[in-house]
């Protein structure tokens, strides 16, 4: 299996790497952090790296190239996991926090995909793409990081529908409030985040915060199987997307 995992050097990334890694599958885990992706290939043996940042207009190409170019044009699962988090308040909106955003979460993932597109059509390949339960649920000063996780879900939708005549299936997971580095990476203070996770906790039913497992296992049951399963947006979230 030919596995392309973006935003995997921390994190769910991190965490599906190591997973597929384990099964003996052929992993390509970029991200923006050289010395996080050389960590990780240090510790996964045989996996790939490459540096890519979603920001960037057109660094997708170097992944399509190596795709082609080493994988033979043939992949078997797409994982589109690169994001960031940012606070935006609408009084304070600035243009280039919300095109960030959409770049990131919109723009780069659907680019890279449709790059990728011969590639999983040789062989029947599969899209995961992860979202967030703030695409599913209003949270109040998260309306670009919001608003992109919810287009990202209605994009997993069109794609399902659009590629199912080549065998290509398309889902994605909306994780809810998980023990990740996000928000230490997208800029946050100490304060906020320790605010931003118990306000989190209270409001989750299940009582508890994510841990990259719970996300990791439902990744991993989609990755290895599910055969009759596309177009479907999956709540791992403890409950708070229903709260």
Known sequence: ??????????????????????????VLVTGRDVNKLAQLANDLQGIRTLVYDSSVADDEIKIVEFIRNVWENKLDILVNNAGHVALTPFGNLKRETLENMYRVHLT???????????????NKGQILNITSSHGIKPYA??????????GLNMLTKIWALELAPFGIRVNAIAPGPTDT???????FSAA????????????????????????VNIAAALAGGAAWLTGAIIPVDGGISVS
């Not at 299996?1 to 052929?26: C, P």
């Not at 780069?108 to 040789?122: F, H, I, Q, R, V």
């Not at 000063?141 to 919810?150: C, D």
């Not at 320790?194 to 994510?210: H, V």
Request: aromatic share 4%.
């Open 108 to 122: 780069a993932p659907s680019l890279l995909t449709a790059g990728c597109l011969d590639a999983l059509k040789n």
């Open 181 to 187: 580095p996000v928000l230490t990476n997208s800029g």
């Open 141 to 150: 000063q998260l309306m670009a990081y919001g608003s992109a996780k919810s």
């Open 1 to 26: 299996m030919k596995v392309l995992i973006t935003g995997g050097s921390s994190g769910i990334g991190k965490g599906l790497a190591e997973n597929f890694h384990e099964k003996g599958w052929d």
């Open 192 to 215: 906020d985040i320790k605010n931003i996770q118990d306000t989190e906790q209270n409001a989750i039913p299940l009582k508890r915060r994510g841990e990259v497992s719970d996300i």
